[in-house]
């Protein structure tokens, strides 16, 4: 079946430490997209992704890196220069004029 | 002012009444813009697109769409308890290619 897969579902970071979660798409999208949503807000963009080799900023970029290097993968890494990563992420990928396929997400919780 | 605007809610609505629910966009470009559902503790899922002014129907749903007046507003008719859920506006702007933003999403929730 077709989708997105995002990994791990949950996950526990102490401070300081770098996490990355994964997401992959078998549905041949061009974009693939990173949200943040924290509890009763909506969606904030982190980062997106056109194309292979390629992605850019979204709105609240600081303390997340990404990187494109196959088409089906898209992992974000949240490192230690984020003060406040308690929050659900979502990976969702496109195929033409913006509708988004969503992941299952992951929760990621600081200690 | 943000990018899009929602109220928050909660919005509460009697079963089998119309639903209306509203969203704002600052960007005068924007070119395509998108309901989507959320259940709590779950990711959204797609029930409407819209890309030109006027209505656009599927089922119980219907997306309006004011280009002039910035707005995209998603009508539910015969609401229904399982429609309870948080609906997300979003909005794809042409000046920043595939950028996709979000509203703060409105909480509805259908009272029997």
């Known amino acids: 079946d077709g989708g997105i897969t995002q990994s791990p579902k949950y996950l526990f970071r102490k401070e300081g430490q770098n996490v990355t979660l994964s997401c992959e798409q078998n549905?041949?999208?061009?974009?693939m997209y990173w949200y943040r949503q924290d509890p009763g807000q909506g969606l904030r963009l982190i980062y997106y992704s056109q194309i292979v080799n390629d992605f850019q900023k979204g709105d609240i970029a600081e303390g997340y890196s990404v990187s494109r290097e196959k088409k089906e993968s898209f992992p974000l890494t949240v490192t230690s220069a984020q003060k406040n990563p308690t929050a659900f992420y979502l990976c969702?990928?496109?195929?033409?004029?913006?509708?988004?396929?969503f992941g299952e997400g992951s929760r990621l919780t600081v200690l | 002012q943000k990018e899009v605007e929602q109220n928050s809610g909660p919005l509460s609505v009697p079963e089998g009444a119309i639903a209306s629910l509203n969203c704002t966009y600052s960007?005068?470009?924007?070119?395509?813009f998108f309901w989507y559902r959320q259940y709590s503790g779950k990711s959204p899922e797609l029930i409407m697109s819209i890309y030109s002014n006027g209505d656009k129907e599927d089922g119980r749903f219907t997306a309006q769409l004011n280009k002039a007046s910035q707005y995209v507003s998603l009508l539910i008719r015969d609401s229904q308890p399982s429609d309870s859920a948080t609906y997300l506006c979003?909005?794809?702007?042409?000046?920043?290619?595939?950028?996709?933003?979000f509203g703060s999403g409105t909480r509805l929730s259908i009272r029997p």
């Open positions: 549905l041949n999208h061009d974009a």
């Open positions: 960007d005068r470009v924007s070119q395509s």
């Open positions: 979003a909005v794809k702007s042409v000046g920043s290619a595939s950028k996709i933003i």
């Open positions: 969702a990928s496109s195929r033409d004029r913006g509708k988004l396929f």
